[in-house]
Every structure is written in C-alpha cells, then in structure tokens.
C-alpha cells in the first residue's frame, strides 16, 4: 500500500500547482484559432460562390448593363459593368493563397498549445514523480513476493507431484514478472523460501512408496 503521508503530500503539490499562465495562454490560442478558423470559412464560402458564378455564367449580365444604361453610363461603360471572368478567377487565386496561409498559421497555433499543453503536464509530472517512484517500489515489492510464491509452488508439486494447478499458474505469473521492460531484472530461478522447505521436510522421509526430491529452487521458464 502506498504511504497516506505521501498520497497526502502528493494532493498538496497538485492543490498548489499553479499553471493560470498556460491556461491563459492555451484560451488565447485557442480564439487565434477560432478567428482563423472563421476566416477560412469565409475564405472558402466566396471560392465556392465564384465557382458557382462562373459555372453560370454565359453572356453579359445583361441587368447589369441595363442599370448602368439608366445610370447614364455609356454603352463601353455599361458593358464592362461586373466584374469579368478573369477578375473573378483572379480572385479566386488569391483567396486560395490566403487560405493556404491561413492553414499555415492554424497549423502553428495548434503546435503551440500542444506545446504548452506538454510544459503544463511535465509540471504535473514533477510533482507526482514520489508517487510514481512509491508505486513503482510496492510494485516491485509485491513481484519479488510473487516469485517466492511461485518457488512455493514449485516445492510443493514437486514433493507431492500434485497441485499442479497452483504451480502453473505461479509459473506463468513469474515469467510476467521478469525480464526487459517488466517489474524485476531477469533471473534464471527463485529459492525456496526456508519455512516452505522446513514444512514439507517430512515428506523427505517417508519412505519408498513416496520418493520425495527436495528442490532449493525453482527455474523460471520465460
């Protein structure tokens, strides 16, 4: 179990992590990115609006030119009235590159809160290394306890030639517990722990109808 006054200890660290700065940070970053978000939107809303005019158009806006007529422009005047094809394509090539550049910018906003996402949780895990260090030794503990049950079990199958049950299961669990990136360093075998050994030193003496091998250790099998 893990110590209450570490735990306790632990809960004031956190109580007393202060990360306001990179919160404001991350709220500012994050209304950049709905602005741009917006403009984008807004970017593409007229791409698709050009596309959409340009797909129909087949002549002069004639209403176009009959207003600028009754405006009183003159007939080379009124025929220029809109803006023409290659002004709207022309457009439509800048807001694409506005856009582009506006991804760009999204993509940086983005790279800068996940930035300061990592400072804030490496703050947290400063804080909470004891507990994982407290974790990390019960673990090793509990392991180390299960090897010897794991030798245990062995003893005991081996002297009764029973209880296999146990000692597979035992068996399994501790090739779990050992080797690279596991809870223990790999070893080759556990001992017996003495008090299993006294206990079943009876059996050593029973005679010939129950031959009995008395074992100091068992192998692990990975």
Same mark, same amino acid.
């Given at each position: 179990?893990?110590?209450?006054?570490?735990?306790?200890?632990?809960?004031?660290?956190?109580?007393?992590?202060?990360?306001?700065?990179?919160?404001?940070?991350?709220?500012?970053?994050?209304?950049?990115?709905?602005?741009?978000?917006? $403009?984008?939107?807004?970017?593409? #809303?007229?791409?698709? @609006?050009? =596309?959409? *005019?340009?797909?129909? !158009? &087949?002549?002069?806006?004639?209403?176009?030119?009959?207003?600028?007529?009754?405006?009183?422009?003159?007939?080379?005047?009124?025929?220029?009235?809109?803006?023409?094809?290659?002004?709207?394509?022309?457009?439509?090539?800048?807001?694409?590159?506005?856009?582009g550049e506006l991804n760009?910018?999204?993509?940086?906003?983005?790279?800068?809160?996940?930035?300061?996402?990592?400072?804030?949780? $490496?703050?947290?895990?400063?804080? #909470?290394?004891?507990? @994982?260090? =407290?974790? *990390?030794?019960?673990? !090793? &503990?509990?392991?180390?306890?299960?090897?010897?049950?794991?030798?245990?079990?062995?003893?005991?199958?081996?002297?009764?030639?029973?209880?296999?049950?146990?000692?597979?299961?035992?068996?399994?669990?501790?090739a779990a517990l050992t080797?690279?990136?596991?809870?223990?360093?790999?070893?080759?075998?556990?001992?017996?722990?003495?008090?299993?050994?006294?206990?079943?030193?009876?059996?050593?003496?029973?005679?010939?109808?129950?031959?009995?091998?008395?074992?100091?250790?068992? *192998?692990?099998?990975?």
């Amino acid at each position: 179990m893990i110590n209450k006054t570490l735990l306790a200890n632990i809960a004031a660290e956190l109580e007393a992590l202060d990360i306001s700065a990179q919160n404001a940070r991350v709220e500012a970053l994050q209304a950049e990115l709905a602005d741009i978000g917006t $403009a984008i939107d807004t970017a593409e #809303t007229r791409c698709r @609006a050009i =596309a959409d *005019a340009l797909a129909a !158009r &087949s002549g002069p806006d004639a209403v176009a030119i009959a207003d600028a007529l009754l405006d009183g422009a003159t007939a080379m005047a009124a025929a220029d009235v809109g803006p023409g094809d290659d002004a709207m394509c022309a457009e439509r090539e800048t807001l694409r590159a506005g856009i582009g550049e506006l991804n760009r910018r999204a993509e940086a906003v983005r790279r800068e809160i996940e930035d300061v996402r990592n400072a804030a949780q $490496a703050l947290a895990i400063e804080r #909470t290394q004891p507990l @994982a260090d =407290a974790i *990390a030794a019960d673990l !090793r &503990s509990t392991a180390q306890r299960l090897l010897q049950g794991f030798a245990a079990a062995a003893a005991l199958n081996e002297c009764t030639k029973g209880h296999g049950n146990v000692r597979i299961a035992a068996e399994q669990a501790a090739a779990a517990l050992t080797g690279t990136n596991k809870l223990l360093v790999w070893q080759r075998s556990v001992e017996v722990p003495a008090e299993v050994s006294e206990a079943l030193g009876p059996l050593l003496t029973m005679g010939p109808a129950l031959p009995v091998r008395r074992i100091l250790s068992a *192998a692990i099998v990975p």
